[in-house]
C-alpha cells in the first residue's frame, strides 16, 4: 500500500510541535500508514511507510480507537495494562483539525503514576489494550 504525501508544512509543524516530546508519536492516516514520526518513534525504530498495525501482530489493534476518533472528529483515549510490556499505558488517537483522514497516535508509559487497580490480578487478568508501539 503506497503512503500518502503530505504537504511539507504539515511535516514541518508536526516535527515542531512533537520531536521533543518524550513518547512516540505518529501522524497516521485513515487506512493505518504510517506517515510521519516523531524523534522517540524513530529512536525506538518505527519505520515510516507502513501500517501500524503491523508494528504489533499483523492485525488491528483490539483497543484501537482511530476510527471512532475520526468517524467523531474528537480525541479518544484508553488506558490500560499492556501484557506484553508489562506497564500501564495511557493512549490517545487525536484527529487533525480539517483533515477527515489524518490522526496522531501516542500512548504514554504512566506505570510509575498507575493505582494497583490497573495491573492484573495474580491469575492473570488479560488485558484489554494492545498498542501499536
Given at each position: 500500500m503506497q503512503a500518502t504525501e503530505i504537504s511539507?508544512?504539515?511535516?514541518?509543524n508536526f516535527h515542531i510541535n512533537w520531536d521533543n516530546f518524550?513518547?512516540?508519536?505518529?501522524?497516521?492516516?485513515?487506512?493505518?500508514?504510517?506517515?510521519?514520526?516523531?524523534?522517540?518513534?524513530q529512536e525506538m525504530g518505527?519505520?515510516?511507510?507502513?501500517?501500524c498495525f503491523n508494528l504489533a501482530d499483523g492485525s488491528v489493534c483490539k483497543g484501537c480507537q482511530a476510527e471512532q476518533a475520526l468517524?467523531?472528529?474528537?480525541?479518544?483515549?484508553?488506558v490500560g495494562y499492556h501484557a506484553p510490556l508489562k506497564k500501564v499505558i495511557d493512549a490517545y488517537w487525536v484527529p487533525l483539525a480539517g483533515q477527515d483522514?489524518?490522526?496522531?497516535?501516542?500512548?504514554?508509559?504512566?506505570?510509575?503514576?498507575?493505582?494497583?487497580?490497573?495491573?492484573?490480578?495474580?491469575?492473570g487478568n488479560n488485558a484489554d489494550l494492545k498498542s501499536s508501539v
Open positions: 511539507n508544512e504539515l511535516r514541518q518524550p513518547f512516540p508519536v505518529m501522524l497516521i492516516q485513515k487506512d493505518r500508514m504510517i506517515l510521519a514520526i516523531n524523534k522517540t518513534a518505527v519505520p515510516e511507510g507502513t501500517q468517524k467523531e472528529q474528537s480525541t479518544k483515549r484508553k483522514n489524518l490522526y496522531l497516535h501516542f500512548n504514554i508509559d504512566i506505570t510509575e503514576y498507575a493505582s494497583e487497580r490497573q495491573f492484573p490480578q495474580i491469575k
